[in-house]
T-cell receptor, first 115, second 111 residues
């Protein structure tokens, strides 16, 4: 068990470009979450998966954001036509999804800067 | 509207003292509440989980209380150390495994 990993750790892009982030959860964790965090704020929920099914997507999430978890293992988060307001830390977390084992284990995050 | 408030953005205390952090919420009925620690540039790290039917939970120098009537959780660090300096986040389970986080309190423990 190597924990949750995220790649890349840092991404600088120009406004209007597309970016994709990857998250590898802890193996055998069924649930995978994406959050966004800006300076001085707590993590803000974006979406989550139970295995390969995307169960919920935040209403705050625009159509430029899409996430997949095709085989129920790793997940990708894509942002199309990036805007400066997308600059933030993108955090991934995973959990077993079992009752009484709800703890989420977070990855180190991907820091995005949109110029 | 639903709201989670953590006391003051920053808390400064002297080494050896007890730090007490507060998490208040409105318009939620959480099944459980969690506390996380976050260091700059890193993801949150889980510390403690307390369920709605539990009043108190302890882990080493950490203690969490949960009062569903007051809609409040208190997080205590006893015998604080400079290494405890970090941002502490509370998170409420608001929908079957999806957590909503407060904005955190940044604790600084001075030697």
């Amino acid at each position: 068990d190597t924990g949750v990993s995220q790649n890349p750790r840092h991404k600088i892009t120009k406004r209007g470009q597309n970016v994709t982030f990857r998250c590898d959860p802890i193996s055998e964790h069924n649930r995978l979450y994406w959050y966004r965090q800006t300076l001085g704020q707590g993590p803000e929920f974006l979406t989550y998966f139970q295995n390969e099914a995307q169960l919920e997507k935040s209403r705050l999430l625009s159509d430029r954001f899409s996430a997949e978890r095709p085989k129920g293992s790793f997940s990708t988060l894509e942002i199309q036509r990036t805007e400066q307001g997308d600059s933030a830390m993108y955090l991934c977390a995973s959990s077993t999804g079992q009752r009484y084992q709800e703890t989420q284990y977070f990855g180190p995050g991907t820091r995005l800067l949109v110029l | 509207s639903q709201k989670i408030e953590q006391n003051s953005e920053a808390l400064n205390i002297q080494e050896g003292k007890t730090a007490t952090l507060t998490c208040n919420y409105t318009n939620y009925s959480p099944a459980y509440l969690q506390w996380y620690r976050q260091d700059p540039g890193r993801g949150p790290v889980f510390l403690l989980l307390i369920r709605e039917n539990e009043k108190e939970k302890r882990k080493e120098r950490l203690k969490v209380t949960f009062d569903t009537t007051l809609k409040q959780s208190l997080f205590h660090i006893t015998a604080s150390q400079p290494a405890d300096s970090a941002t502490y986040l509370c998170a409420l389970d608001t929908n079957a495994g999806k957590s909503t986080f407060g904005d955190g309190t940044t604790l600084t423990v001075k030697p």
